[in-house]
């Protein structure tokens, strides 16, 4: 398998701070990334579709400006929680498409614990 | 939209037993079909996928079945083991082919030794 890498693990920031998560495709280019939220013991939801070179996409209710996302290159992508609030805490997972020679394959990373206090 | 339903939400069995995870998704547009393992605090692990110009794919003690006719996935899992205690997710990409996938709700293997 592809490995996808995420920084930090856990974070515990204060109310009102902002912080950033970056998602690193390791052994592959990953034109396309994407950014994923869990609740305890429920599926993921996919926020936002992040693209190497133009603005991410967003899922309906996901407010972008809260949200941040930055494809910088074709192996990193970032994801920024602005102006924080404790409803933002959850895991936050990103994950990387690998593209194949007839298709392609989704890998994910390890993911973020957000704590806001 | 595209919509997966997972069934069941739990499921127990013994060690050596095998253990089936059904999926039905409601696009028939929908052409990938992967399967994640997540353990407790990690991100969702690729384990097996399938496309829909195949029936059935094979990998070691793990199986998925498709059946694009009546929109239905399974997951089979032969001589379980106590490490493949985790939550099960299948998913289904969402055409168009932007690889945006929707996922089940999970389901949550207990394998007793």
């Known amino acids: 398998g592809a490995v996808v890498s995420q920084h930090p693990s856990r974070v515990i920031c204060k109310s009102g701070t902002s912080v950033k998560i970056e998602c690193r495709s390791l052994?592959?280019?990953?034109?396309?990334m994407f950014w994923y939220r869990q609740f305890p013991k429920q599926s993921l939801m996919l926020m936002a579709t992040s693209n190497e070179g133009s603005k991410a996409t967003y899922e309906q209710g996901v407010e972008k400006d809260k949200f941040l996302i930055n494809h910088a290159s074709l192996t990193l992508s970032t994801l920024t929680v602005t102006s924080a609030h404790p409803e933002d805490s959850s895991f936050y997972i990103c994950?990387?498409?690998?593209?194949?020679?007839?298709?392609?394959?989704?890998?994910f990373g390890p993911g973020t614990r957000l704590t806001v206090t | 939209g595209e919509n997966v339903e997972q069934h069941p939400s739990t499921l127990s069995v013994q060690e050596g037993d095998s253990a089936v995870i059904k999926c039905t998704y409601s696009d028939s547009a929908s052409n990938y079909f992967p399967w994640y393992k997540q353990e407790l605090g990690k991100g969702p692990q690729l384990i097996i996928d399938i496309r829909s110009n195949v029936g059935e794919k094979k990998d070691q003690r793990i199986a998925v079945t498709l059946n694009k006719t009546a929109k239905h996935f399974s997951l089979h899992i032969t001589e379980t083991q106590p490490e493949d205690s985790a939550v099960y997710f299948c998913a289904a990409s969402i055409p168009p082919n932007t690889g945006k996938l929707i996922f089940g709700q999970g389901t949550t293997l207990q394998v007793k030794p």
């Open positions: 994950s990387a498409r690998r593209d194949t020679f007839s298709s392609y394959e989704q890998y």
């Open positions: 052994d592959f280019q990953a034109t396309t």
